[in-house]
């Protein structure tokens, strides 16, 4: 097809930090393309200055996400013709994160809260003897199971209300990890993971609005995990644990 | 072809989807879950406004019978039986959402949770119409 006659697609980039504004391009429309081949087509080939993130290009690494018509969404997975209604786009950085510059999306208090949700596994005191048994069927597996395939996207984080609304919450992926952690029968401090979690900026504060469920690409349900927390939670400290 | 155009500068710009924008980048979610709290919240606030008002009326009582029966002679009024039944719909919607809240928070996680959405609302209507059935 000449260029001429190749349909184009208008795409509104976020340009500049916090306080940018959007800029429009004009893409080729391909088969098959994906909004992360927009992005890198308009970095490439327009203004080599775009600064955007991606990593796998398969929907394993979470680098790549980005507000697209207003949805977080990965969009390395994302096709073009899903998502542009009558031909538009409009691409911005992940909300409830503070920008860099233009599609980078700083992701520091993300990750630092899963610090803070102590979001990493505790060996136990003693050494296992041999391999931990642990079988596919045991309910505490198929809830670490449920939630274990998290690729830190952020998209989750960035469609939740509670988020926007109280900074200082922990967030549902952070939740998610203190949750597959808690269901961790090797986890040498599962306690300690509901201790970290069940504070005013916890899992308490979750409204149970399933945004974070909506969202997900990758079909987990934070907002179950969380009402799971809040269970145990509840749970723990009715029996003097907490 | 590709000279690039400066356009607003707003984080969240509004077009389609299930995410619907609401000026400033504010943004509304609109799935069921979504809209129940919203309803849920709104129920709240408007109860919450209304229970001065209750209470006054109750205090009529002591005042003076007078005074109480000639208030109540006014709720005898259609449309004041209309706006109690909206008000019966509102406290309703209230407690079955906060039913189906407690049970999303203390109950095992059902993946059926637009069927629990649909049935709160709907015991809180079928509530609204039974409170009109009796009152008028």
């Known amino acids: 097809m000449s260029e001429a006659t190749m349909r184009e697609l208008e795409v509104a980039v976020w340009r500049g930090g916090d306080s940018g504004g959007f800029v429009t391009y004009r893409v080729p429309e391909r088969a098959d393309q994906t909004v992360l081949d927009v992005v890198t087509f308009i970095q490439r080939r327009i203004d080599p200055t775009l600064a955007y993130r991606y990593s796998c290009r398969v929907g394993m690494c979470g680098s790549c996400a980005m507000t697209v018509n207003g949805r977080p969404r990965w969009t390395c997975r994302t096709h073009v013709a899903t998502v542009a209604k009558g031909g538009r786009l409009s691409l911005a950085p992940l909300a409830n994160m503070p920008v860099i510059r233009d599609l980078v999306a700083d992701m520091t208090e993300f990750f630092d809260k899963w610090r803070r949700a102590k979001g990493r596994f505790v060996p136990a005191k003693e050494s296992p003897k041999g391999f931990a048994r642990v079988p596919p069927a045991d309910p505490k597996r198929r809830a670490a199971d449920a939630g274990i395939e998290c690729i830190n996207c952020g998209i989750c984080y960035a469609a939740c209300d509670v988020v926007r609304w109280n900074p200082d919450y922990l967030g549902p992926a952070a939740l998610n990890r203190a949750w597959t952690l808690y269901n961790d029968v090797r986890d040498g401090d599962r306690l300690g993971h509901l201790l970290a979690v069940a504070g005013d900026a916890g899992c308490h504060a979750c409204h149970s609005h399933q945004n974070c469920m909506e969202f997900c690409p990758k079909g987990l349900n934070p907002t179950a995990s969380i009402a799971g927390l809040k269970r145990a939670v509840a749970g723990a400290y009715l029996k003097g644990e907490l | ?136």
Not at chain 2, 50 to 67: M, N
């Open chain 2, 1 to 136: 072809m590709n000279r690039p155009t400066v356009g607003r500068s707003r984080r969240s710009i509004g077009e389609g989807g299930s995410r619907l924008s609401v000026g400033g980048g504010r943004r509304l979610d609109n799935h069921p879950a979504y809209w129940a709290f919203v309803l849920h919240r709104l129920s709240g606030v408007v109860l919450a406004l209304f229970l001065p008002a209750h209470f006054y009326v109750l205090a009529l009582a002591i005042e003076g019978e007078g005074r109480l029966d000639a208030f109540l002679s006014w709720t005898d009024d259609p449309w004041v039986k209309l706006s109690e039944a909206a008000l019966m719909v509102l406290l309703a919607v209230h407690m079955t959402g906060g039913l189906r809240l407690l049970a999303v928070e203390f109950l095992p996680w059902r993946d059926w949770q637009e069927t629990l959405i649909a049935c709160a609302l709907g015991a809180a209507l079928v509530a609204g119409a039974a409170f009109l059935a009796i009152a008028v």
